[in-house]
């Protein structure tokens, strides 16, 4: 940037040879390009004690332009109209000196009493003092030089100058000597526009300039304007106002660009606003060496040496219309001409302010940035702007407590949550967001009265007016919280959203980012009462001492009939009026259980007073013991991966009236995060003689399934009269007297397997053995086993002709009951298989399609005959191994669970024995059994059973129900890998994911048996050393 200076150029002598004219001659000089004339008979004694009675008169050119001052002489012009010298003001001129002397000069000044400081020195042989402006270089004797002065930088002043000066000082004994000649002088202002607002330049009248503040100015120090008039230099301390030609508005859409370059560095450097008054508090601070209040700091500050393009949305910080402008640079040290700065491209202009889009209840609500405002002048810093990288998200930099008007106020009850995305990217000492609902007072986030109205997400220094919610966002990381607000927040009509990140060390750091804000209301939990949905406000109490979690919240589904629960938690819901129970309720419901915890319970309670579960019923989880009151005996439970539908008829276990129903989701242990159960159609009612007393109707079932049972039931209801509209489920448990679903499953699956009562046989009538026969030839015993087919030595074929026999006349006609032995108790995961080790055939093994990993003796005691122990086998060392299993379905009324013993006597008497003539047990296991009692294995083939058959149900007012079953065939086939057939009942509903990866504990996998001894032994304390390890381990 360029600021006008002096500027000195040499020129001929001859240019400037006086033409001698009358001393009634004018002076001619230039005034903004035109000529003025000054007569010569007005002019005066410059300091009338030096000018000896003007006895030496001034010399002028034919033309006016040029003065000669032969001798000592101090005389003075009066200029007509005063002059006006602006801050842009330049003067230029051409001087000859022809003989120096002890001052040589042209003075500017308002009076005749020689000021000289309004005087710029050409020449001089004499040491002057530092008022006056002595020109660098100096004019040397019999040199002609041009001199541009930028004389607005010196003084300056509206029709303040009176007198065109020229001093010649001689003091000297010959007072005659002395020569110089001024020519051309040409006075003209420069550009002086400085602000632009939208594109329409406003100029500023530093001729007007004035002090501002009592006793802080340094008058003496000018302000500097470059040639194109964009830049103001400020030099020097000053407190200075500027005039603007015309006055600029500024409304809250009104952005401000400038540029600022810091040379020296005082106390405080700022550029400001101000209308009449010329107050200072619309200063903008761009450097600072201290700290004043009632200013705006702007952020970075400027350091020495340093230039900055500043942009900002000052209509955010003070709106109104300004006719001046301001320049501060306070210097109090004792250098009060230090300090150096300059301000340049100053421009106003209009911008479109961004929105923030929220969502309120499912509606997009637009928050304009505009009107943002501090939330609390002490806490905010109002140069840190907020920032709108998206449509929906807002950036905080460095220390801010901001208030966004909320342009639609909607309603904060306590069902209202708030979610949103957090990304953290320098953390400071909160970060923050609140909602005010006193429309009058921003400030009030911070109140406690009635509740708390902030919510925190980040910190390093904890205050007491904010709810911490955990966990927090570590730095660099994005979060998505959903906050119950409603718990803590007093409450009202929100008006304003503030964000807050609070820095009191340093308020230009830190860095965080609000995104995809959300307010919603939880749904109404419904529950049917009596037939009719009642929606229930879901207003969540902590229940229990000390047992809750209260961030943790039952997420209601939006149609309010699904509760799903997370974690820890223990949760009262008060209902909208009390409901009694009597000796006829009943309480029905669906309980979905997708990771185990401790406890899941479901209570009633009258008033909160005590809460000691004298109301809940357990209806999962692991814990055994310690229940306290809660009821558990004759509830169902529902286990991982479980879904089951409750019907209880709670006269069993209270009545009374109750105020709140209640859910209970314990676990504390070390992650109380975990634990997922989901509640649905929760329904109260009284229970009424069934509608099908009296009804006759049948129906047909392939599968004699309790679900399809049921169905069948409520398919044919819909022609009995009484019964439309009516559910299945609960009208047969009113027809049986039922205390629960369990009463009702339980007299279905009696009616199915009285079904198949004349169409089963025993597998000890199937065999036409004792039972000592079938379960040692399960463990691996008795001759079918031990003995070895050879030339005229036993003859399987001969020997157990029996299982050919049992095949034909049973297996593909006839239901075929499990043995009742020890081999097949307690299989919870319905799945069985034979492994094998030899074959009856002398010169023959078993095919190898699976490897052992290893036997814990105590899952079959009544095999191995021991208590406890177990045998590994690494490296495949169990030798030639096979084996074939099967499963079956989680309901006895499917098929492959009504015919698994079917399923057995295929696997393990017709293919296993007779057909492969596979035999004997791994040494300590069971040779066929539950997978739970057999050794630990790689895999097993599969076998699957299907039926086609007809399971006919008919009702009659007498008999009730009676079902007959008629068997058409019976089937077996391969169904490859037991892992993967396990797998399909899980897809087809007959089983669980948990179930499926229990069963991967017996089923390891192929290759896993490493991994399958390293996991055991560590159990036993020894470590697996890997591959090639015998069975004798190394202790820990």
Known sequence: MRFPSISIVALAASVLSPVLVVAQSNVVIKIDGSDVSIPLSGQTSYDSNQDERMRRPLVVSADGRSVTVEGNTHRALPLTPALTIKASTTMELDVTIGDIQEAQALCIDENTGHSPSRCFVFAHTQDLSSSWHVLEPQTPEGETRHYSIPIGHYFWGVNKYNYLAYMQDNDSNDRDSGSMTIANIQISDGAEYFIEQDGIRHYVNTAEQKSIGSGQDSWQYGLKVSDDGKSMQVQGNMHRAVPLDTAVTIDVNTQLDFDFTLEDLRDLHALCFADSTLNKNKCLVAGKQEHWSNVFYLSPQTQQGESHHYSLPIGLLYQGTFDHIMFIQDNDSGCRSCGDATYANVKLSQIVHPELDIMVNGVVQKIKASTAVSARDDQDTKTNFLEFPTSVSVTMIGNTHKALTITEPFTIDKATELDFDFTLGKIEEHHTICIVTDPSNIASYTSTTGGKRCFTVAWTQNVGWDVDITPQTPEGETRHYSIPIGLWHPGGTAYYLVLVQDNDANKLTGKATFSNIEFSQRPDLVINIDGVDTSVFNYQLSYGTRQDFEQNLIEVSDDGKSASLYGNLHKAIELPTPVTITDDTVLSFTLDVEQELEIVSICFDEDLSDQVHARCLKLSGYQTRDFGTLIYKGIKQTYEGERKEYLIRLKEFYTGTFQYIVF??????????????????????????????????????????????????????????????????????????????????????????????????????????????????????????????????????????????????????????????????????????????????????????????????????????????????????????????????????????????????????????YTSKEVEELPGAPMCGCVEHMPVVSRADCTKTTVTQTISVSFKPVTQFFAETSITSVAHEDCGDLTTHYGQLVTDGKATATEALKLKRHLVGDGQCGNALYDFLETKGFIYPGSGVSSTQAKK
């Open 664 to 913: 209970q989701h314990d676990n504390d242990g070390a992650s109380r995060h975990d634990g997922i159960s989901h509640f649905s159609d929760i329904a109260l009612y009284e229970i009424e003689p069934s509608c099908l007393t009296g009804a006759t109707f049948n129906f047909n079932l392939n599968e004699c399934t309790i679900d399809g049972f049921v169905a069948g039931v409520q398919s044919s209801m819909a022609s009995v009269g009484a019964c439309a509209g009516k559910d299945a489920w609960r009208e047969l448990l009113s027809l049986w007297d039922g205390q629960s679903d369990s009463d009702v499953r339980k007299r279905i699956q009696d009616i199915c397997v009285s079904g198949n009562a004349g169409e089963t046989v025993s597998f000890d009538m199937l065999l036409d053995s004792e039972k000592q026969f079938v379960e040692e030839f399960f463990d691996g015993g008795n001759k079918w086993n031990y003995e070895v087919d050879e030339a005229g030595g036993p003859d399987l074929a001969t020997n157990a002709a029996r299982i050919t026999y049992a095949d034909e006349k049973f297996d593909d006609k006839t239901a075929i009951s499990l043995p009742h032995v020890h081999n097949f108790e307690g299989c919870e995961l319905r799945a069985a298989m034979c492994c094998y080790v030899a074959a009856r055939d002398a010169d023959s093994e078993p095919t190898d399609n699976s490897d052992a990993c290893y036997m814990e003796f105590k899952n079959s005691q009544e095999s191995s005959h021991v208590r406890d122990g177990y045998s590994i086998y690494p490296d495949d060392s169990e030798g030639a191994f096979t084996c074939h299993g099967f499963a079956w379905g989680n309901d006895s009324g499917y098929a492959d669970a009504a015919f698994k013993g079917n399923t057995l006597f295929n696997v393990a008497m017709k293919r296993g024995l």
